[in-house]
């Protein structure tokens, strides 16, 4: 992981210890995002021949995405953006069997190392396949500050409440370990709570767009993310509050209203 301000200039590095063949597809949102992407290619295409597709995080885009890259024989992908752009690469590493890499631009949710993608992507996607699809976590992060601290304040409110849902989290992981004989890890639960530990003891210090604030944001929110890795599952990050935010997302769908960003659903389930 490569983590602080200018982050984003040692993907070149990266791609080199990885032994990194071209072609390699790049996937970022339509608009902030898309900037970063245009950028990282502009540094990148005189070594490598770069794919760039810009996806607003639907199924459909999702769907052409994939035949570009098995088309193309991408041997890596770059997600570059907040939740929807990861998602989207997450799932095509794996139906691709290629590893893949993320530059995240918002502090905004814990899936930036999480082996996981958000509940209404992953209900879509059962829906149209017919199959659920196991993604991994990324094989490198580079987490520049610089970048994140020009995302939207809310985002910052939004890091900070799915790091505060790690706490009922947890506690729903141990009652289903007590009373269901689920798989439970005290060193995956540890890491999550400790994720919730470090938010909640710099709260006062929080503020968007402080290089400090996003460096214990980040620093939590992967903390997290690689708890989950470590369980196997999403248990350590998300309980009954993370069902919460999803009987929203749902709410929402049927009402055609756009729903609040998760960690400020999940914050408020907890």
Known sequence: MFFGPNAISKVGEVLRSLSIRSPILLISGPSVTKAVAEDLVSSLESEYKILHVATTGGLEDLMDAIKAARKSEVDL????GGGKPLDITKILAAELGVRYLVVPTSASHDGIASPSVSFTLSREIEERMGRAIRVEAPTAILADTTIINRASPVTFKSGFGDLVAKITAVRDWELAYKLRDEPYSEYAASMSLLSAKIAMDHA?????????STRILVKALIGSGVAMSIAGSSRPASGSEHMFSHALDILSSEAGVKPAPHGIQVAIGT
């Open 77 to 80: 992908l770059i997600g570059v």
């Open 204 to 212: 006062h210090e929080i503020r968007a767009r402080l290089e400090e």
